[in-house]
């Protein structure tokens, strides 16, 4: 695997590729890596014949000092991971490289990015639309893998993605869980034993409405409720939201629809660390739900083929 750090390398590089007629993945990630990125890895690989993998903590996306300041940072133990998983680059760019001097340029983008995350973490999707936008000029893939966990982030690439025109196919992963059903992320590593089995309130509180749903219940409601009933019986947990949206827009539903895909995002502070996690449901018509497969998202088959531009 070879490691660059500067724009000129990584644009040589991926040119002697392209030159080649060879397919190129894109997995951006802000290090700390774990299982679930390394699915991402797989899964790119899968598609592509050569695998390019971003490890950047992009400041622009964080709202609160303190929590870049937090943020888990393992560059060389992230580097054994991704060459042990065959990826073929890793881009590992300072922060002068993705902004350079003189930086005076946003992306913004509406819909999506509105709500939710948009809501509690103002500038949030600006930061992550900003970087996203960079790496796929910079690298200019075929496709991009991105995990379901951050399903609003999901939904704002690609939303950005078809509207600027980037010619970047977004694939969606499945969530990756551990066996007790926590949903894999780097901020884990910041809870402590007591935390991290009181954080299991999400998979709880999701597992209730999808329950709810595989019964038939259909009005959103009724599933915000019986979240929010779950995640009120852990103290610890202060919640920011618990929601059922479609999972284009991002916009709250009243009622869930005879067919399509609506996503359950939920947010809470466990032990001082900041948590999310979702169900991302697929229902057919005649209405049908099977809540064990949201619950338990296989770690490399599986995936979801968003929306490219």
């Not at 992230?78 to 890793?90: C, K, T």
């Not at 929601?243 to 009243?254: I, K, N, T, Y």
Request: charge should be negative; aromatic fraction near 6%; hydrophobic fraction near 45%.
């Amino acid at each position: 695997m070879l490691t660059v750090t500067n724009a000129a390398d990584l644009r040589r590089r991926v040119a002697t590729w392209r030159d080649a007629g060879e397919r190129v993945g894109l997995v951006p990630t802000m290090g700390a890596l774990h299982e679930g990125h390394l699915a991402l890895v797989r899964c790119c690989r899968e598609l592509a014949r050569r695998c390019v993998v971003s490890v950047f903590v992009n400041p622009t996306q964080f709202n609160r000092a303190d929590d870049l300041e937090r943020y888990p940072r393992t560059p060389e133990r992230d580097a054994g991971l991704l060459a042990a998983e065959g990826a073929d680059l890793l881009f590992l760019p300072s922060v002068d490289e993705i902004y350079p001097p003189g930086d005076a340029t946003r992306v913004d983008v509406a819909g999506p990015a509105e709500g939710l995350e948009g809501a509690f973490r103002r500038g949030h999707f600006r930061g992550v639309a900003t970087v996203v936008t960079r790496l796929f000029t910079l690298v200019r893939p075929d496709l991009a893998v991105f995990g379901d966990k951050d399903a609003q982030q999901l939904a704002v690439v690609r939303r950005m993605t078809a509207d600027l025109h980037l010619g970047v196919e977004i694939v969606g992963h499945p969530t990756v869980r551990e066996a007790d059903g926590l949903a894999l992320s780097s901020r884990n590593a910041l809870l402590d034993d007591e935390a991290r089995q009181r954080s299991l309130v999400l998979y709880r509180a999701l597992s209730a409405a999808g329950d709810a749903i595989a019964a038939g219940e259909r009005d959103a409601d009724v599933l915000r409720r019986r979240m929010a009933e779950v995640l009120a019986g852990e103290p610890a947990a202060q919640v920011e939201y618990a929601e059922v949206v479609d999972a284009d827009g991002f916009q709250p539903l009243a009622h869930l629809p005879e067919s399509g895909t609506v996503v359950l995002p939920v947010a809470a502070w466990v032990g001082g660390v900041r948590l999310i996690d979702n169900f991302r449901i697929e229902l057919q018509s005649p209405l049908t739900y099977d809540p064990e497969t949201t619950r338990h998202a296989p770690t490399a088959a599986g995936r979801d083929r968003g929306a490219s531009a």
